[in-house]
């Protein structure tokens, strides 16, 4: 009877009542998968100034990637242009350091500009030789005072993106350039730009550079590889073309050897 009173004790029965109370409610499967949702370590998307985390990834979708321009929102574009206008002073700057350190990251684009440089040696005076490292600065700096004047008009905007794409296309076949040197480039200016005091200062302004420079490097990766498939359709035609031609060449030779040799030979 003692035995039994000890187990069936008041205090063992609140023990158990608590401990009931205590026991998780949420299964362990489903505390798992929200981790695998908000993987540790992870950031709201903020650019932390030095680090590489935010990265223009172009090899998503265009639906799901949210690089659109028209996403900006318009406290966004005033960010962005009034970023853009403090920057003057520096963008020259800004912008070698860029493609300075996109040689140093694809030797193909160093061999580009090298190759450019002895060019421009023999160029006249007066000329301008825009494949150099200090004329694609200037291009730089163009291109974006461009971009941000007519972000209103998103169709515009893009189009002259895709153009610069599609203008670099003809070097897939003569240089080796690959469209994974948009991505390079594009990291390296999310980088340099992003980490800027200026743009640091507000987090619209940081959420503009991002989304803009992300969208860049989609759209100028598009333009480049659908004027380099078009490019190599041209090769491969021309090559396929080129046995035919000498095979008639050829078959006209024959013909005019027979000629020569029926003139010759009496019969």
Same mark, same amino acid.
């Given at each position: ?18 401990m009931h109370r205590t026991a998780p409610s ?8 929200? =981790? !695998? ?8 998307? !903020? ?132 469209? %994974?040197?948009? %991505? ?6 999310? %980088? ?17 550079w991002r989304t803009v420079i992300a969208c ?15 490019? =190599? ?17 050829? !078959? ?14 009496? !019969?």
């Amino acid at each position: 009877m003692r035995i039994y009173s000890i187990m069936n004790s008041p205090d063992k029965a609140k023990k158990k009542k608590k401990m009931h109370r205590t026991a998780p409610s949420t299964p362990t499967s489903f505390r798992r998968t929200q =981790s !695998l949702r908000c993987p540790k370590g992870a950031t709201n998307g !903020l650019l932390r100034k030095g680090s590489r985390t935010a990265r223009s990834k172009s090899s998503r979708a265009k639906a799901e990637s949210g690089f659109a321009l028209s996403r900006l929102t318009f406290s966004q574009k005033i960010a962005l242009a009034s970023t853009w206008k403090s920057m003057r002073g520096q963008t020259s700057v800004i912008m070698r350091k860029i493609l300075t350190e996109l040689e140093i990251v694809s030797p193909k684009v160093k061999n580009i500009f090298y190759k450019a440089a002895l060019v421009d040696c023999f160029h006249k005076e007066g000329t301008e030789n825009r494949a150099t490292l200090d004329e694609h600065v200037k291009l730089l700096t163009k291109f974006f005072d461009e971009l941000i004047a007519n972000i209103e008009n998103e169709s515009e905007a893009l189009a002259m993106i895709k153009k610069v794409g599609q203008e670099h296309a003809i070097l897939s076949a003569s240089c080796g350039f690959h469209a %994974e040197i948009w %991505e390079q480039m594009g990291e390296i200016a999310m %980088e340099k730009i992003c980490t800027l005091d200026v743009v640091q200062k507000t987090r619209e302004a940081g959420r503009a550079w991002r989304t803009v420079i992300a969208c860049v490097t989609d759209e100028m990766r598009h333009g480049f590889d659908f004027e380099a498939r078009v490019f =190599s359709r041209k090769s491969s035609s021309a090559e396929q073309l080129a046995p035919s031609a000498n095979e008639e060449e050829m !078959l006209n030779r024959l013909h005019m050897l027979r000629m020569e040799y029926n003139s010759t030979v009496p !019969l």
